[in-house]
């Protein structure tokens, strides 16, 4: 059996005992019942994960930035040259993103993974390189990557999740950087969920109305490349993330199974990584009962995206940059949401009257 496969079977769906539990113990502490909204509906999810009421605290928390490029970046979706790629992950590793300073603010730890960049990369404190291909093809013309490409790429996230886990990262959160990978996303959310191009495809880094518009009818070539104008068939998410995802899309949905697959929680970050939830969640379904949805990005596709994965975004702040960013800052919520949970006192332990029913 491959690490691919014993990673799906081993993402088991949460445990509605613990989660029972869970909800049972929050109406017991000294607050009124529900006055923490969605900060209980989270300890509830991770007690589910993991299994256990209340769940373990999920810190210190671990950033992995996947990098890549695009073959489809000759399109002219995307106004920054290709090798902005590689030179922000010397930012990352020489710690000037924005990614490395909300990392030092939570105090995450930030591994940067080179699953696809297009250029050979020199070795760098926080860089490991995985490098499955330089950069995909233009999925515009066909499918992006083989399936062999798509699996090693998957495994190789496997792998990083179990490498920082084993570190003693209680929490993963999920990072990109791809020039191009939003033009991706946007045909995978596309393919994953069936809305069209022109509602999944936003404006990335920010492109005018003539490219963003030059975006879409790109995503749906690759559609029609891809799929010959239909749906990918149910049971086709390999084929389907091959086709029309990047290198780094696949690392992250591998990323996320191997976090499920040891019930430890992954804060998803933005578009990237909901369009990736989208092809794990294809593979496992149960992998969504493990995430969290950090924020809510400004593109349009983020939040079919997480419509369709069930999940209700923490942060909602118009961020679209990507890296981790927005994980990051949503870190600090789940943890306060656990730390309720083991620390708040009960009405019967601090004679505290409760509200007559």
Request: hydrophobic share 50%; charged share 15%.
């Amino acid at each position: 059996m491959s690490l691919l496969d014993e990673t799906i079977a081993a993402v088991r769906p949460a445990d509605r005992s613990a989660m029972a539990d869970a909800r049972a113990h929050q109406d017991r502490l000294t607050k009124p019942r529900g006055s923490l909204g969605v900060l209980e509906d989270v300890a509830v999810r991770l007690a589910g994960a993991a299994g256990v009421s209340p769940p373990p605290l999920p810190a210190p928390a671990a950033l992995a930035i996947f990098a890549a490029d695009h073959g489809v970046h000759a399109r002219g979706v995307s106004p920054w040259p290709q090798e902005v790629t590689t030179q922000m992950v010397a930012n990352f590793t020489g710690r000037g993103a924005v990614a490395n300073a909300f990392a030092t603010q939570v105090g995450a730890t930030v591994t940067v993974v080179d699953v696809g960049v297009a250029t050979d990369l020199p070795e760098a404190p926080g860089l490991l390189i995985r490098k499955v291909a330089y950069g995909t093809a233009d999925l515009s013309r066909g499918p992006a990557m083989t399936a062999e490409q798509a699996v090693a790429a998957l495994e190789t996230g496997i792998s990083v999740a179990a490498q920082l886990i084993a570190s003693g990262a209680r929490c993963l959160i999920t990072g990109d950087m791809g020039i191009a990978n939003t033009t991706a996303s946007a045909a995978l959310i596309s393919a994953f969920t069936g809305q069209d191009p022109a509602a999944t495809t936003g404006r990335g880094t920010g492109i005018d109305d003539a490219t963003h518009n030059h975006k879409i009818a790109i995503v749906r070539e690759a559609l029609d490349a891809n799929f010959d104008g239909t749906l990918p068939a149910e049971g086709e998410a390999l084929r389907t993330l091959a086709a029309v995802g990047g290198l780094e899309h696949a690392a992250i949905a591998g990323f996320i199974l191997g976090a499920a697959a040891t019930g430890v929680p992954v804060i998803l970050d933005g578009v990237i990584a909901g369009s990736a939830a989208l092809a794990a969640a294809a593979l496992a379904p149960s992998v969504v009962d493990h995430c969290v949805a950090g924020h809510r990005s400004a593109e349009p596709g983020h939040r079919i995206a997480l419509d369709h994965l069930g999940l209700r975004p923490l942060v909602d702040l118009e961020l679209r940059l990507g890296e981790g960013t927005g994980g990051l800052l949503a870190h600090p919520l789940v943890c306060a949401a656990v730390r309720v949970m083991h620390e708040v006192a009960t009405f019967d332990s601090a004679g505290v009257t409760d509200k007559q029913s």
